[in-house]
């Protein structure tokens, strides 16, 4: 792993897109981390600086956007990118990224 590659945390909880996204920016040339919930991203986000974070909108428990908020309150600085979690989105989504991934 080379640690001088943009670090980008992904947050969902639908195993199979974290696991797509995953692959695919893993292949393009980022370092990535993950969490299935927002517990685990706050932990990570805690000790790790990252580059970008990736958050799923709608996840049970802390949504992705109080999880935003509750980062911006804190004055926290990272960038960060929400994604829907519209159906047809996720289909286009995933369509996607197993497209891409067979590259």
Same mark, same amino acid.
């Given at each position: 792993m080379k640690l001088d590659l943009p670090h980008i945390l992904i947050v969902d @909880? @639908?195993?199979r897109i974290l696991q797509?996204?995953?692959d695919y920016l893993s292949k393009n040339?980022?370092?990535i981390s993950t969490a299935n919930n927002s517990l685990i991203?706050? =932990?990570k986000i805690e000790s790790i600086e990252f580059d970008l974070i990736v958050l799923d909108i709608m996840m049970p428990g802390e949504s992705?956007?109080?999880l935003t908020n509750s980062l911006k309150k804190n004055n926290f600085k990272q960038e960060g990118f929400l994604k829907s979690q519209k159906l047809f989105?996720? =289909? =286009?989504i995933i369509s996607y990224l197993e497209e891409k991934s067979k590259m």
């Open positions: @909880d @639908d195993k797509l996204i995953n040339n980022f370092r991203a706050r =932990k992705g956007l109080k989105q996720r =289909k =286009k």
